[in-house]
């Protein structure tokens, strides 16, 4: 099955600032995933990356917020911009696993926005 | 739009028992999958075991079986001789087939389930 590498796992930011999270794929996919989890919750869709065109935005989330980039079939970053102590979540990053037909996740990354 | 449930917060069982945890699912597709996963205090999301909606023999993956019901679109996860390191969250979630409605992943709330020693 794939594996993924997410970093950085954890992060503390000031607000106003903003995070870049990469996630690096061992073998080729067409679609990557970006997903929130919020404290407590379960896991919330942000957008789906394609290699080679705009990311494809759930309903409640904005490019401008959260831009993502999808250079080639192995990587993806998903920055968020102008964070507010709101943004403090855990980020993942997941692939569609057609060896396996299912989806891999990465370890995550916990932000904390202070 | 597709929405799953999991109507339990929170589960407990004791080493070596049974424990079943519920989910039921609202879709108008035909062909879809259904997944179990499991995210242990590390975040990391595992996979437990699938189940494609058009196999009527339920998946299992050694201790783990599912029940799964197309008509009451209802799929619960049955956790045999439950072990400490089963204790986690866990994630029902539903995706559709890619041509249809694409490979999305939707998620229930989770199941904290602990296991007593």
């Known amino acids: 099955s794939a594996v993924i590498s997410q970093k950085p796992s954890r992060d503390i930011c000031q607000r106003g600032t903003s995070l870049t999270i990469q996630c690096q794929v061992d073998?080729?996919?067409?679609?990557m995933f970006w997903y929130r989890q919020q404290p407590g919750q379960s896991l919330t869709l942000i957008a789906t990356a394609n290699q080679g065109s705009e990311a494809t935005y759930e309903s409640g989330f904005v490019i401008d917020k959260f831009p993502i980039s999808r250079p080639n079939l192995t990587f993806s970053t998903l920055t968020v911009s102008n964070m507010s102590p709101e943004d403090s979540s855990i980020y993942l990053c997941?692939?569609?696993?057609?060896?396996?037909?299912?989806?891999?996740f990465g370890s995550g990354t916990r932000l904390t926005v202070v | 739009a597709q929405t799953v449930t999991q109507s339990q917060p929170e589960m407990s069982v004791q080493e070596a028992e049974t424990v079943t945890l519920s989910c039921t699912y609202d879709t108008s597709e035909s062909d879809y999958y259904l997944f179990w996963y499991k995210q242990p205090p590390s975040r990391q999301m595992i996979l437990v075991i699938r189940?494609?909606?058009?196999?009527?023999q339920n998946a299992t993956e050694n201790r783990f079986s599912v029940n799964f019901q197309k008509a009451a679109k209802s799929f619960s996860l049955k956790i045999s001789d439950s072990q400490l390191g089963d204790a986690a969250m866990y994630f029902c979630a539903y995706s559709g087939v890619r041509e249809t409605s694409g490979s999305r992943l939707t998620f229930g709330e989770g199941t904290q389930l602990t296991v007593n020693p």
């Open positions: 073998s080729q996919v067409t679609m």
């Open positions: 997941s692939v569609e696993d057609l060896t396996i037909s299912s989806y891999t």
């Open positions: 189940q494609e909606a058009y196999k009527q």
